[in-house]
């Protein structure tokens, strides 16, 4: 794609990243064929080679974000499939975040959008904030009738009661046998809240096979939710590389572990967002290099003979973030079957199941048809249980559905010794 950016535009880093990215953009439309707004709505603006017209021409023309440009940036759900088709490696990912920069620098939202987001934006990555808004929501409840559709959305995804916190310190724990690695394990934000035992079970999974697993202090949001609504700040980035700088740089930590891959994806890409800062270029960058998903962790390490092998039929469920943005999609499927149970893959499994960090907030309508698409399609396999390896993925599937959505860790760490998990104890 032919790029008119000036030479004094182009002296911006942000620009410069720009134009290469648009430059590697053919035309060709493969994109299409994956993306999930665009397979629903069928409109080109809703698509990648839409939207990356639009964005051009806004940079280019140093324009401010206009209602149409932004409607459709704001339908992009960021799951990144459009790059595991792309012939000609577009960096899809990078474009589409400055672009929402752009947007938030230069559009006033209406007011009842901004507030939202503010809230949005206040809330999930604070676990106490969260868990206080979670159970407010138990009094909403029965007015939701009354409320915006968005309100309802949110009201419709909480969950009718919440677990019991688990205290940080219990995640620190010494390995079974000699220390193979020594890992940095990211507590997230409102897997905290919501999911708590996903913690517990990968830090004992990992401990099972000779890792000694620490919890830094400072560390927590990965940053994702913030950053994917347009925040330039990357403030909870700042505190997990400060909080993992030192231990990192004197080589005590062999990997940082990921549970939820949406932080995954975004701690991988630490390096790319500090690249130009001069203080946390390196860090960060050393960072993202050691940063490892459970199951690519385990598919190192190797998985220790399962101990209750069930054969049960198990719909496996690759999040957007670990198959499209981390482009881990193995690994899962086969320590599952290692394991002894029988996986089955998801028709149609390249399209989002709709959570998208915020999106089934702030999307709605487009949300649930996508979810409801993604729970036809697995149900059509018949499992007893559906695997997942993304906290946003879980409850999103789990709001469509009656069979027991489980996080792959938890499975792992049943079939190596480890409790059978809650969601399977009512089933």
């Known amino acids: 794609m032919q790029t008119n950016f000036s030479p004094e535009q182009l002296a911006d880093p942000a620009i410069a990243t720009a134009d290469k990215i648009l430059r590697n953009c053919v035309h060709c439309g493969f994109c299409t064929a994956t993306c999930p707004t665009y397979a629903l709505l069928g409109d080109e603006l809703d698509s990648p080679r839409g939207r990356i017209y639009m964005i051009k021409d806004m940079l280019e023309h140093e324009r401010p974000a206009t209602p149409e440009v932004v409607k459709h940036v704001d339908r992009c759900l960021s799951c990144l499939s459009c790059m595991t088709t792309c012939p000609s490696g577009v960096d899809y990912m990078h474009l589409v975040d400055h672009a929402r920069a752009h947007i938030e620098r230069t559009y006033k939202r209406p007011l009842a959008d901004r507030a939202l987001r503010r809230v949005l934006a206040l809330v999930l990555p604070n676990p106490r904030l969260f868990r206080l808004s979670v159970a407010l929501a138990k009094l909403g409840r029965p007015f939701s009738p009354l409320l915006p559709a968005k309100l309802r959305a949110m009201l419709a995804l909480a969950p009718a009661r919440l677990p019991i916190p688990v205290p940080e310190a219990t995640l620190n724990l ?36 000779g890792c000694e697993v620490v919890v830094l202090p400072g560390t927590g949001c990965c940053g994702a939710l913030r950053h994917h ?42 390096g790319f967002l500090f690249r130009n800062d001069p203080d946390l270029a390196a860090p960060a960058a050393a960072i993202s290099r050691i940063t490892r998903d459970i199951t690519e962790l385990m598919a190192e390490i190797g998985l220790q003979a399962p101990v209750i092998p069930t054969g049960q039929r198990v719909a496996y469920h690759s999040a957007c973030s670990l198959q499209h943005g981390q482009r881990v999609t193995e690994a899962p499927k086969q320590l599952l079957r290692q394991a002894g149970f029988a996986v089955v893959d998801v028709p149609e499994g390249h399209l989002c199941c709709g959570s998208a960090g915020t999106y089934n907030m702030l999307q709605p309508e487009i949300a649930t048809q ?58």
């Open 174 to 209: 010494k390995p079974q046998g000699a220390v193979r690695l020594r890992v940095a394990l990211l507590p997230g934000c409102t897997q905290q809240v919501l999911a708590p035992h996903l913690n517990t079970a990968t830090a004992r999974l990992l401990a099972r096979h």
């Open 370 to 427: 996508l979810r409801d698409r993604k729970v036809a399609n697995i149900e059509s396999t018949a499992p007893a249980l559906i695997a997942a390896g993304n906290i946003g993925c879980m409850v999103q599937i789990g709001s469509g559905t009656k069979l027991p959505v489980v996080h792959t860790a938890e499975l792992l760490d049943w079939a190596t010794g480890g409790p059978r998990p809650e969601a399977l104890k009512a089933s």
């Open 229 to 270: 609504m347009g925040a330039a700040d990357h403030a909870e980035a700042r505190a997990n590389i400060l909080a993992w700088r030192k231990e990192v740089e004197a080589g005590r930590i062999d990997a940082i572990v990921m549970n939820a891959s949406g932080c995954g994806t975004t701690v991988k890409d630490y």
